[in-house]
């Protein structure tokens, strides 16, 4: 034998293995004969299962790839080697009923946070017991398959149990109509029979609209997850939801649901569980007052989060990133409802083909050129490379234009006066995330340069089509000084090439924009450079501002308003002012038309 090599298996794993290969078919069929995923990944090592992200439990689910993987020997090790097509059928479950979707599963969570304040941490252990209770009960109950049984095998060694356990296992048996306590969750006393009830009720009353209920079971759990430590060891068992968006790109989590917040009361207070006109409150629903009336003054309808709201909720789900990438994520997603068509410039250079005449074909060629019916005209026996000829094509000025996408140099302010991009929303970033994914979209180049005090600045590498590389400079951060990089501007136009397209240059700050007339490293001055920038990029520049409505008041005489009115009116600068930075979303998404209006 050798030793390099790992032990062989046993048989019984393999044997094992097999069997519940089988069993996949009977899974499907559970639910729908139409049912379609592709077959289980069978671990037949606690090693392969680790590196396919499964440790604690014997089965989970992946979404992002609709794959579900089982570790055998954990199947044994909890003695549910018999229940395959159980097991295989509640993996299914997750994948078509509860969450199925990336998205879905992440706005489960951000509704059950809500409910959960203090213990925010246990959203992802009872989004996972809530959506384990719709898809048993169906399976149960439509499919005549043993889960109850299951259940049983899993917690019939362990001696210590908790709140949590033991309400769970009450609604279901409360769902089946089983004799209280045949589960043997656990000490069942009239506070948790109570909330069996009342959960009972939630799960079928939410059975198609689960979504709606998230928010309803977590306030149901959140008092005796407060209390309860015992619990965990049997919920590890069946967490098979753990890293299911682990890999993936869930879209449309920067805007809350209208309902989401609403959608955290206890199942007591909501009359459509209990039936009455008028909710009950008790004690229990205490502890969700405090995110019902979070939001109450902020809109129901389009309410976005913050970077580090999106940030918790993506980890939450299990996608592991830095601030830096989920800022990169964040704008992007805010930033493509907003996204329009860069502006262009008409240039009359569009060619039309002219047909000028005939020259010999041969073999050195492409095929496809020949022209067959002069060939043939010319000697009706075709020759390959001596009577055969190819037609040769001129060009003639053509009545369409031509347009040539403008390339953008976008200098954003990063100085200490400015929002983090990264924790709160920087409508700089925001802004400067709309008109350069605007410019990529339509095959210009940009150049992003993130600025704040002297020798603080970051550039991506030249023009580029990188739409990452773009993010990724414009989500970072500084926070000193305000001193803008001349230097950067002179040396991009300096290098710049005589046929390059024209670039149109933009600058987002306040009124530290004007240390851009200042005098550089070399003892220029700034004015010189700036003009000499925008001769070079033939596309214009803008001066993008949040300034006192006053600033170009006739009787205001502070010198940095008195230079930026210079600027526009002897420099050539276009001055874009705004009074709020949420004014900078209209001014970028409107940008194509205000300026460019004529190369429609």
């Not at 299911?244 to 989590?253: K, V, Y």
């Not at 409802?337 to 060619?351: G, I, M, S, Y």
């Not at 390959?384 to 031509?402: A, E, F, H, I, Y």
């Amino acid at each position: 034998m050798n030793p390099s090599l790992p032990p062989p298996l046993p048989p019984a794993v393999d044997a094992l293995a097999a069997e519940w290969e089988r069993a996949w078919p009977q899974a499907l069929a559970a639910w729908s004969k139409f049912t379609r995923l592709r077959a289980p990944k069978f671990c037949l090592t606690r090693e392969e299962a680790a590196a396919e992200g499964l440790t604690s439990s014997f089965a989970m689910i992946r979404l992002h790839d609709q794959a579900i993987v089982v570790s055998i020997p954990e199947v044994v090790t909890c003695g549910v080697q018999g229940f395959a097509v159980e097991v295989l059928a509640h993996e299914i479950g997750h994948h078509v009923l509860a969450p199925a979707r990336l998205s879905d599963h992440a706005r489960c969570l951000a509704r059950m946070r809500w409910a959960l304040p203090t213990v925010e941490q246990h959203a992802p252990m009872v989004a996972n017991l809530y959506t384990d209770l719709l898809i048993n009960d169906r399976l149960q109950r439509s499919a005549n398959l043993r889960l109850a049984e299951v259940y049983l095998q899993l917690g019939k060694d362990e001696q210590a149990s908790g709140a949590v356990w033991a309400l769970y296992t009450r609604i279901y048996e409360i769902l089946w109509r089983l004799e209280r306590g045949s589960l043997k969750g656990g000490k069942i006393d009239d506070r948790i029979e109570g909330d069996a009830w009342l959960g009972s009720r939630l799960v079928r009353s939410f059975a198609r609209d689960w979504l709606d209920g998230a928010g309803r079971f977590a306030c149901l759990l959140l008092p005796h997850l407060l209390e309860d430590q015992a619990s965990q060891a049997r919920l590890e068992k069946w967490f098979d939801t753990r890293n299911a968006c682990n890999g993936g790109d869930p879209t449309g989590l920067t805007v809350e649901d209208p309902d989401e917040r609403s959608g955290a009361i206890h199942p007591a207070a909501d009359p459509a569980l209990t039936g009455e006109s008028d909710a009950v409150e008790t004690d229990q629903t205490q502890p969700t007052q405090a995110p019902q009336n979070v939001g109450k003054n902020q809109p129901s309808r389009g309410q976005h989060r913050q970077p580090f709201e999106y940030g918790e909720l993506l980890r939450a789900v299990g996608i592991n990133l830095t601030d830096h990438e989920i800022a990169v994520r964040y704008y992007r997603e805010r930033a493509q409802p907003n996204l329009v068509r860069f502006p262009t410039r008409r240039a009359p250079d569009q060619l039309d083909p002219l047909p000028e005449g005939l020259e010999p074909w041969d073999f050195g060629h492409p095929l496809d050129t020949v022209d067959w019916i002069q060939s043939v005209l010319l000697s009706p026996r075709i020759i390959p490379g001596l009577t055969t000829v190819q037609r040769v094509w001129g060009n003639s000025p053509g009545s369409t234009p031509k347009t040539k996408p403008l390339d953008l140099d976008l200098y954003v302010d990063s100085s200490g006066s400015m929002p983090h991009p990264q924790r709160l929303i920087s409508y700089l970033t925001l802004a400067g995330a709309i008109i350069a994914l605007s410019a990529l979209r339509t095959g210009a180049r940009v150049q992003v340069t993130l600025w704040s005090g002297k020798h603080q600045f970051e550039s991506t590498d030249g023009f580029t089509r990188n739409e990452t590389e773009v993010l990724r400079i414009l989500t970072g951060f500084y926070g000193g000084a305000t001193a803008f990089p001349i230097h950067v501007l002179r040396e991009t136009f300096a290098r710049r090439r005589a046929d390059a397209p024209p670039a149109h240059i933009m600058v987002i700050s306040d009124d530290g924009v004007s240390t851009l007339f200042d005098r550089d490293e070399q003892g220029n001055s700034g004015w010189d450079v700036a003009a000499a920038a925008l001769k070079k990029a033939g596309g214009g520049g803008t001066l993008v501002l949040n300034l006192p409505e006053t600033w170009d008041a006739p009787d205001e005489r502070r010198p940095v308003f008195q230079l930026i009115r210079r600027a526009r009116d002897e420099a050539g600068w276009n001055v874009h002012a705004v009074s709020s930075w949420e004014q900078l979303v209209t001014f970028a998404r409107d940008f194509s038309r205000m300026t460019y209006a004529d190369t429609k």
